[in-house]
């Protein structure tokens, strides 16, 4: 047990290291926010516009600016994209540094909390770096809660991507489907102007960014509560991310023996 710490931390120092050194990762980290508000701040009026927030109820309706209601929606869209990538890097590419690690001794579990936490920085970083540009544009009512919104996206996309990279073997399928979920969800149908007038609304509601896109839009527009978004996106996020554990322990266990046969 006492070099569990030491451990821990080589496998986080090298994770993050392979991370830092993947250039596409850092070009999306910061093109994706950037181009996506800019794209919002050129292209959108001001014209007031009305959406129901579900979160709060069925009947609560505000009435924004088109383009503010916009620019928290493509925070959200571009912080979700990049940790769901981030979320899939880490698993799917990272094979050979795990060979290494468990060659060298080190337990599956200690690889797999190091890979967490490594994701977890780069979703905390991303967020604060999409609510610092969002300031650029508007001044929501509580920057805090929009940040926390961005960051809970990026949670429960970022195990998405985890559990993406652990089912799928080809880098194809992994992308393709991370691309498919975060333009279908997070893009497009939790945008609260499309939902406000959609049908069948509880199909958007069991989708991955429903509760966190409310976080953001309740804290950017309103002083409501979001204490029950929060709690229903940390729950989504962790069935999310067991189910990818699970699947990446089993791969890891595979690994491990094909590993020591090799040895």
């Known amino acids: 047990m006492s070099n569990t710490a030491p451990r821990l931390l080589t496998a986080f120092v090298l994770t993050a290291m392979t991370l830092l050194r993947n250039r596409i990762a ?25 959406f129901t927030l579900a979160a709060v109820s069925g009947d609560t309706i505000i009435e924004v600016s088109r383009r503010e209601e916009a620019i928290v929606f493509m925070g959200l869209a571009a912080v979700g994209f990049v940790s769901a ?80 990279g652990s089912i799928f073997h080809r880098e194809l399928e992994g ?32 989708l991955p960014a429903h509760m966190p896109s409310q976080v953001s839009m309740i804290g950017a527009f309103t002083d409501h509560s979001v204490g029950f978004p929060v709690a229903a996106s940390i729950a989504y996020g962790t069935a999310l991310l067991l189910l990818a ?15 020591n046969d090799a040895s």
């Not at 279908?184 to 406000?196: E, G, K, M, S």
């Not at 089993?250 to 094909?258: H, S």
Request: charged share 10%; aromatic share 14%.
């Open 26 to 50: 850092l070009t999306l980290f910061v093109l994706l926010p950037v181009l996506f508000y800019a794209l919002i701040a050129i292209t959108t009026t001001d014209a007031p516009v009305a």
């Open 85 to 164: 990538f981030l979320g899939f890097y880490l698993i799917s590419r990272q094979t050979e540094v795990s060979r290494r690690l468990l060659l060298c001794g080190y337990r599956s579990w200690e690889i797999v909390v190091a890979r967490l936490a490594v994701l977890g920085c780069a979703i905390v970083a991303v967020a604060l770096f999409s609510g610092a540009l969002l300031l650029t544009f508007f001044s929501p009512q509580h920057l805090t809660q929009v940040v926390l919104g961005f960051a809970l996206v990026g949670a429960v996309y970022g195990c998405y991507g985890l559990l993406a």
């Open 175 to 206: 992308v393709l489907s991370i691309v498919l979920l975060t333009n279908i969800d997070v893009a497009w149908l939790q945008n609260p102007i499309f939902y406000t007038e959609s049908k069948n609304k509880f199909v958007i509601q069991w």
């Open 245 to 259: 554990v699970m699947v990446f322990w089993w791969r890891m266990r595979i690994l491990g023996a094909n590993a």
